[in-house]
């Protein structure tokens, strides 16, 4: 590993060059961009119509995908030339396809983080640490959420507190783990094709007000969902909740009008960290499970400057406008976060791999569940 960090500055600049040049004299001049629903091609197209009547150098295509791991097929053959995706979409289209990254969103302006994981508890809690869970109860927005399970699990089997073994069942070794929890769906035959998901993955999570629809992986379910977790905790039914930064801060102030969040007090809170120290509810930048990054657009390696340049030019004219299209809104669409989030405040370019994107930490989580196939 050390080596590897070692040596990559020297080959990176020994490719910049090459890359530039290759960017300069290409003789491609078409992207074509791969869409996942009507609404997003349509904002494709609209988007394309507009580049064209403005003279921007190139053409965008929109080319239509089945799924993301079609686009990541159709990207890999040349089919398509970009498409954008979420973090656990991009390690997949780089761990198995051998595909990089051209640009990511910035939704602060400053960096290309989306949020990150933090992992909450009752400050009344004490004895906890995040490096001692055995026996504990715990509550979690999702079954395969990032927050709520990608993340917090990847935690548990990097420090070793859990190992799923040959078989790679990891809703029994979670089970098996924690006292009990609440993670909504991981009944869902969906989730658990043989039905022998541990029952106590359910034994945190309350139904609705009629004891309905317990552990459902919706709404209706009222422990489902970050909101969902922090309440499980809020209500004494869970030591820790698996949630994003910005989720107690979502639910006061009057801004959840339920009982439970009217009642909850930050003061109440702590953030447990990694290292086993507790910390403030605002210390989130230095105690947490996982820096999430933003989406990013997904191409092949030789395309990186190339499509960059495309996308520079397209964000110069409609990445801050206030009439006419606009790259970073979906109004009007019916459907949001199309082709870029919503949340976008501009496109930064990636000259590193998509590793580093992603991130040591978030990498390393996503690493614990190779076992499952990744690709
Ligand atoms: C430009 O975008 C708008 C939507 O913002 C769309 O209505 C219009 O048709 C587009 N123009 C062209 C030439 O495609
Ligand atoms: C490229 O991959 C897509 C998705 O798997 C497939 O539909 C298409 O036929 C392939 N095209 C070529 C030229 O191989
Ligand atoms: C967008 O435009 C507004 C007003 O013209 C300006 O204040 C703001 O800094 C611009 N943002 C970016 C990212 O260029
Ligand atoms: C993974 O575990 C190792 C050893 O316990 C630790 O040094 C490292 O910081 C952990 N990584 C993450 C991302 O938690």
């Known amino acids: 590993m050390e080596h590897l960090e070692r040596r990559l500055p020297v080959a990176f600049l020994l490719l910049l060059p090459l890359l530039s040049v ?30 064209t009547a403005r003279n921007i150098r190139g053409t965008l295509q929109c080319v239509r995908g089945l799924n993301t791991r079609d686009c990541m097929d159709k990207i890999k053959n040349g089919t398509a030339d970009a498409a954008s995706m979420f973090a656990d979409d991009i390690y997949a289209a780089g761990l198995c396809h051998g595909l990089e990254l051209a640009a990511g969103e910035s939704h602060n302006g400053v960096d290309g983080i989306s949020y990150y994981v933090v992992a ?3 400050r009344s809690s004490s004895d906890l640490s ?23 699990i990847g935690y548990l089997v990097n420090t070793s507190q859990i190992s799923v073994g040959e078989q790679c069942n990891f809703p029994k070794a979670v089970g098996h783990f924690f006292g009990y929890s609440c993670v909504p769906g991981v009944k869902d035959p969906q989730h658990d094709p043989r039905g022998n998901n541990p029952k106590n993955l359910c034994e945190a999570c309350i139904g609705d007000e009629n004891d309905r629809h317990i ?3 919706n709404h209706r379910e009222r422990h489902f969902g970050e909101a969902g977790a922090l309440r ?20 006061l102030d ?21 290292d086993g120290s507790e910390a403030g509810l605002d210390e989130h930048e230095r105690c947490h499970l996982a820096a999430v990054p933003t989406n990013a657009v997904v191409v092949r390696m030789e395309d ?28 009007g669409y019916g459907e949001s976060d199309l082709l870029f989030s919503d949340a976008t405040h501009h496109l930064q ?7 580093s994107w992603l991130g040591p930490t978030y990498t390393t989580m996503l690493q614990a569940f190779e076992c499952e196939g990744f690709c």
Not at 130 to 152: A, D, F, K, N, Q
């Open 304 to 331: 990186k400057c190339r499509v960059w340049k495309y996308l520079e030019r397209l964000q110069n004219v409609f990445g801050n406008t206030t009439e006419g299209f606009s790259l970073f809104s979906s109004a």
């Open 254 to 274: 009057g801004k959840n009008q339920e009982s439970w969040a009217l009642d909850l007090e930050l003061e109440d809170l702590k953030l447990l960290c990694p």
């Open 232 to 251: 499980c905790v809020a209500e004494n039914l869970g030591d820790v909740a698996f949630v994003k930064h910005t989720t107690v801060f979502d639910n």
């Open 215 to 217: 552990c459902a992986n």
């Open 22 to 51: 290759s960017c300069v004299s290409n003789q491609k001049t078409t992207v074509s961009w791969c869409v996942l629903s009507d609404a997003e091609e349509q904002k494709c197209l609209d988007l394309a119509g507009n580049a």
């Open 349 to 355: 370019r990636v000259l590193s791999s998509y590793t």
């Open 120 to 122: 909450m508890a009752r």
């Open 130 to 152: 995040l490096l001692e869970m055995h026996e504990r109860s715990s509550c979690h927005p999702g079954i395969r959420t990032t927050v709520g399970w990608t993340v917090p």
